[in-house]
T-cell receptor, first 113, second 113 residues
């Protein structure tokens, strides 16, 4: 039973354009959501997070949107750069869960010149 | 300065052997985790320790035994290795009860032949 899903295994975007990565979840108890970026042979690196009391959080080129009614979040990267090419994981946790993260299966983003 | 470091990076061994993976964090976090990334790239939690106490123990074979000598270290010992144990194992650290990101090590790729 996968509680966090990323239905697009891959995404290709041109440099300078917007990248939109999507994530859906099924557990309505999740109240904290994160995006991680992962390069080959490295561990996941934290990118940006959002609490369920907000619907948007922005950090430089990265913005995360949360739609609680739809149980959906998205990560927008604008403008996309070649260095953004990596696997992006969506993750979620709930209060009282020991800060345990439940991950999606990841989306491979490729930013082309 | 590596925040979460795990050794070894690669581990190749035969079925039936016993092996250990070590993890150390210098972030002052009180909670450490082991995650497993399988062949489908799915990151799933195995264990979590808070101040040397086991707080999360997902459905993992009892051949896997975590050990935390202090809150900065969490080692993973695996007995009687099986082919299906081949995966990448990630150590992470964070703060229990806080809505804050986990920090991951670079992973240990275990190959059982």
């Amino acid at each position: 039973d996968q509680q966090v899903k990323q239905n697009s295994p891959s995404l290709s975007v041109q440099e300078g354009r917007i990248s939109i990565l999507n994530c859906d979840y099924t557990n309505s108890m999740f109240d904290y959501f994160l995006w991680y970026k992962k390069y080959p042979a490295e561990g996941p690196t934290f990118l940006i997070s959002i609490s369920s009391i907000k619907d948007k959080n922005e950090d430089g080129r990265f913005t995360v949107f949360l739609n609680k009614s739809a149980k959906h979040l998205s990560l927008h990267i604008v403008p996309s750069q070649p260095g953004d090419s990596a696997v992006y994981f969506c993750a979620a946790s709930l209060t009282g869960g020991g800060n345990k993260l439940t991950f999606g299966t990841g989306t491979q983003l490729k930013v082309e010149l | 300065d590596t925040a979460v470091s795990q050794t070894p990076k690669y581990l190749v061994t035969q079925m039936g052997n016993d092996k250990s993976i070590k993890c150390e964090q210098n972030l002052g976090h009180d909670t450490m985790y082991w995650y497993k990334q399988d062949s489908k790239k799915f990151l799933k939690i195995m264990f979590s320790y808070n101040n040397k106490e086991l707080i999360i123990n997902e459905t993992v074979p009892n051949r896997f035994s975590p050990k935390s000598p202090d809150k900065a270290h969490l080692n993973l010992h695996i007995n009687s290795l099986e082919l299906g144990d081949s995966a990448v194992y990630f150590c992470a650290s964070g703060r229990k009860g806080a809505k804050s990101p986990l920090h991951f090590g670079n992973g240990t790729r275990l190959t059982v032949t």
